[in-house]
């Protein structure tokens, strides 16, 4: 059993910069791909990035490929999602995720979310 909880969500302007973090509890957490995902009012969820168990591969949608960084610390069973150049079409609830299935389409477990807003 995995715990995820989010933090570092905000208010923020176009062009600005948020860095979210997950701290996860279980022994298990260095085993898993861990994630993120994002939901805005009236779309569905989408896969943001992820992150292997070692930190050496990751993967991110090609919306936020070149703006956003995933990266874990698993001493401190913690990921974290830094995002820069931040769009008003970022603004979502984004939630951390650990176990996603090779087609990011699925997780085991996931946060509570953390708001996320981009002003213009």
């Known amino acids: 059993q995995v715990q995820l909880v989010e933090s570092g969500g905000g208010l923020v302007q176009a062009g600005g910069s948020l860095r979210l973090s997950c701290a996860a509890s279980?022994?298990?957490?260095?085993?898993?791909?861990m994630g993120w995902f994002r939901q805005a009012p009236g779309k569905e969820r989408e896969f943001v990035a992820a992150i292997s168990w070692s930190g050496g591969s990751t993967d991110y949608a090609d919306s936020v490929d070149g703006r956003f960084t995933i990266s874990r610390e698993n001493a401190k069973n913690t990921v974290y999602l830094q995002m820069n150049r931040l769009k008003p079409e970022d603004s979502a609830v984004y939630y951390c995720a650990a176990g996603l299935v090779p087609t990011r389409t699925h997780a085991n477990y996931w946060g509570q979310g953390t708001q996320v807003t981009v002003s213009s």
């Open positions: 279980g022994r298990t957490f260095r085993s898993y791909t």
